[in-house]
């Protein structure tokens, strides 16, 4: 649409003057916290989708990347069912980082304590040991899913897992041939 309707739903959905997800005041409680209704809404989903006959009943693949892998990520630890979660650069890892002087860049929420519900470091640790877990990429330059709350996420992890680290890569770019390390 025009550029106009979207300056205007930006502004709409602003609360207290942040985006999305950003309101300290929301974040303070997870019961407020917006990210609570995104993640109901991710697990819906999944209630939906194992009511379809295509389900064969066995095999549910979740997927996603950042703001993506992170919905990924609630749905293997709190959809019962989910067989493999497929992420690439999640977001939303070690919010909480930033209190003991991990890095962080500048599209991050402030931590609040609600925050931590929806942290993946902290529901990695919730995914069943029956669901397999691939970070397919985390880009070491990335200031917008930064490595080392990755790193602490993919730690939390009890169950089958795979992460591929890839050198020089941010968010948004990847080098053409880069150098890839794989644990």
Not at 127 to 141: E, F
Not at 159 to 172: E, L, N, R, S, Y
Request: some cysteine; glycine content about 10%; overall charge positive.
């Amino acid at each position: 649409r025009e550029d106009g309707f979207y300056v205007k739903l930006r502004k709409d959905v602003q609360s207290n003057g942040f985006g999305h997800g950003f309101d300290p005041e929301q974040n303070k409680s997870p019961y407020t916290c917006y990210f609570r209704g995104m993640a109901l809404r991710a697990l819906r989903a999944i209630d939906y989708l194992k009511t379809r006959p295509e389900w064969n009943g066995k095999n549910l693949l979740v997927a996603g990347g950042s703001q993506g892998a992170l919905q990924s990520m609630w749905c293997a630890a709190f959809a019962p069912g989910v067989t493999e979660a497929w992420v690439v650069i999640p977001w939303l890892c070690d919010v909480g980082g930033t209190e003991y002087g991990r890095n962080h860049g500048d599209w991050f929420p402030k931590w609040s304590r609600g925050l931590d519900y929806f942290d993946q470091v902290n529901v990695a640790k919730r995914v069943p040991r029956t669901c397999y877990v691939a970070v397919v990429r985390i880009g070491l330059g990335d200031y917008i899913a930064p490595p080392c709350g990755t790193a602490i996420m993919y730690q939390s992890l009890k169950c089958p897992k795979k992460a591929v680290w890839f050198q020089g890569a941010t968010h948004d770019f990847i080098p053409h041939e880069p150098q890839k390390t794989e644990w």
